[in-house]
């Protein structure tokens, strides 16, 4: 065996010591239907009106519900919404609930909790949600007890995509009414509608969610216990799957480079279905309040830098294609004919030196994206392509927590990230460039400063238009100026692999994959 054998060797032993001290013995009962999942980062909270990062999203969607839910082409499905009405004007939704919906503490589910939700409780915490609901929404009214009226300012055709658990989570008016909602005791023992329970959250090893013996769909879910697994290091976690001890691989539960092997594992499925919702972009936030990134020229200048065709196939691993701006091609209005940034090291040089930045009078405050080894090299790549610029680079490692804190009070200088579409660009793009979301505490704003009034006219102008076509036109015109500016700095349109065992039956069966409440899902057998 030679040195490199050995050391994969006793790499993967390792991981599967530290895989079996993760796992809590009693979640391999044999007469309990587990699912053994996988939670990374850690998040800070488990419910997504609070903070809406990938993982808090993928718990959450367990204990929360929305109104609706979303077929893989984007159209809506009952949730919490049997039905609804769209006026012919477009000026109102009124939903139609399902009756005999229970929250986990006993307490009847109305129409009372949905005008608290989206009135009263979202605009105030949910900085995805307020940046609609305070824009559109002209009032929510209650017609009667199973009856909700959504009233608009003007028509929003995007507003039909935003009743997801992970945009607008149901909560309960009887718990938070009244309240601080952030230091509510409820946050840390959340109190849903959803398939699953709250039991326990053991820091640091595992978050465990047990059946909703009163869930309103009946017989329903199928599975007695999820267990997210807390496994911090990225071959751990694929040794863990590959040895049967965690059922289901999340995309980014493991390296790339590990997906192709795993994927071939006799039993285990593939599939990059379940993201169509997301659609997830990468890029590079530039804080452009300061020096060197408030300069146009050094923006442009990173992207001619960057080699994003090699980021894309030996950093992602294939897994995705090199982004040409702001939209993504799976997103309505989509415009495939931007000018493209090549790759060319000596325009990047010379924008540089028109830019009249002096490199190394700076040093680069790089804030790390703590969310797996593809991350960290990304980030490693990012330090080298701002030093080989002339620039000095302080790459800040940081949790998830610590970065959600610090790039929502601009706390940085250059980060890298990945935002979701969420089918219409009023929903999931505008609310990153628009100046009115230039607001300190989240970092799914407008977090760079991108400043552009004449833009924002025209983002107005796209979200309220009835007409396709005058849509695909300002949105052509909003793309070719984001790309111009570098409003962000476009990396990768991503793909994201969920692998699992083949026994597992309807794990990603909507637009928002395993965000799903998996009230449905069972194992075969």
């Known amino acids: 065996m030679d040195r490199r054998q050995f050391m994969i060797t006793g790499a993967s032993a390792m991981g599967a010591l530290t895989t079996e001290l993760a796992l809590p013995t009693w979640a391999h009962a044999a007469d309990k239907k587990v699912l053994q999942l996988i939670i990374q980062p850690e998040p800070p909270i488990l419910i997504a009106a609070f903070n809406q990062q990938a993982p808090t999203q993928y718990v959450s969607g367990k204990m929360f519900q929305s109104l609706m839910t979303y077929t893989f082409d984007l159209k809506p499905m009952p949730g919490l919404a049997k039905s609804w009405d769209v006026a012919a004007d477009g000026l109102s939704i009124t939903f139609h609930l399902q009756e005999g919906v229970k929250w986990h503490d006993g307490h009847p589910f109305s129409a009372d909790d949905v005008v608290f939700s989206l009135a009263d409780m979202l605009p105030k915490v949910h900085a995805r949600a307020r940046a609609i609901l305070d824009t559109h929404a002209k009032s929510v009214e209650k017609i009667d007890d199973l009856t909700v009226r959504l009233n608009l300012k003007a028509p929003f055709p995007a507003v039909i995509l935003m009743f997801e658990p992970g945009f607008a989570p149901m909560l309960p008016r009887h718990v938070y009414e ?39 769909k009946p017989g329903m879910p199928y599975l007695d216990e999820l267990i997210f697994n807390v496994i911090p290091d990225s071959s751990s976690r694929a040794v863990a799957f590959q040895n049967g001890r965690i059922d289901v691989l999340y995309g980014g539960d493991v390296d790339n480079v590990d997906i192709k092997r795993l994927s071939e594992i006799d039993g285990v499925t593939y599939t990059t279905k379940g993201w169509e919702m997301f659609s997830p972009l990468a890029y590079l936030i530039f804080n452009m309040r300061k020096p060197p990134f ?50 060319d090291p000596r325009k990047a040089r010379e924008l540089i030196k028109e830019s009249g930045i ?35 680079v302080d790459l800040q490692s940081t949790d998830g927590g610590g970065w959600a804190a610090r790039t929502g009070d601009w706390d940085f200088d250059i980060t890298t990230t990945y935002s979701y579409q969420y089918g219409d660009p009023a929903l999931g793009v505008e609310r990153l460039y628009v ?20 833009l924002d ?35 990768v349109d991503m793909e994201f692999a969920t692998l699992y065992r083949s ?23």
């Open 457 to 491: 006219k025209l983002w107005s102008e796209a979200s309220g238009s009835t007409d396709p076509v005058r849509r695909q036109a300002l949105y052509s015109e909003i793309q070719k100026t984001l790309v111009e500016e570098v409003g962000n700095g476009f990396l």
């Open 294 to 343: 408030d300069n146009v020229k050094v923006r442009q200048a990173m992207m001619y830098a960057m080699n994003r065709e090699a980021i894309v196939k030996n950093i992602f691993f294939g897994l995705g294609q090199v982004a040409n701006g702001p939209f993504v091609p799976t997103e309505l209005y989509y415009d495939p004919n931007l000018p493209p940034y090549t790759f």
């Open 178 to 216: 009244g309240t601080d909602y952030m230091t509510n005791p409820a946050n840390q023992h959340p109190i849903g509608t959803g398939p699953f329970m709250f039991k326990e959250w053991q820091r640091g090893s595992f978050i465990h969610l047990v059946r909703n013996p009163h869930y309103w």
């Open 358 to 392: 002096n490199p190394a009078d700076h040093t680069i405050r790089l804030l790390s994206f703590p969310y797996g080894s593809t991350w960290d090299r990304l980030d490693e790549y990012t330090r080298q392509t701002l030093e080989q610029l002339g620039f000095k």
């Open 435 to 454: 100046a009115r979301n230039i607001v300190k505490g989240s970092p799914f704003a407008n977090a760079q400063g991108y400043n552009n009034p004449a």
């Open 503 to 525: 026994n597992i039956k309807n794990l990603v069966t909507t637009a928002i994959g395993l965000n799903e409440s998996f009230d449905n899902v069972h194992f075969e057998g």
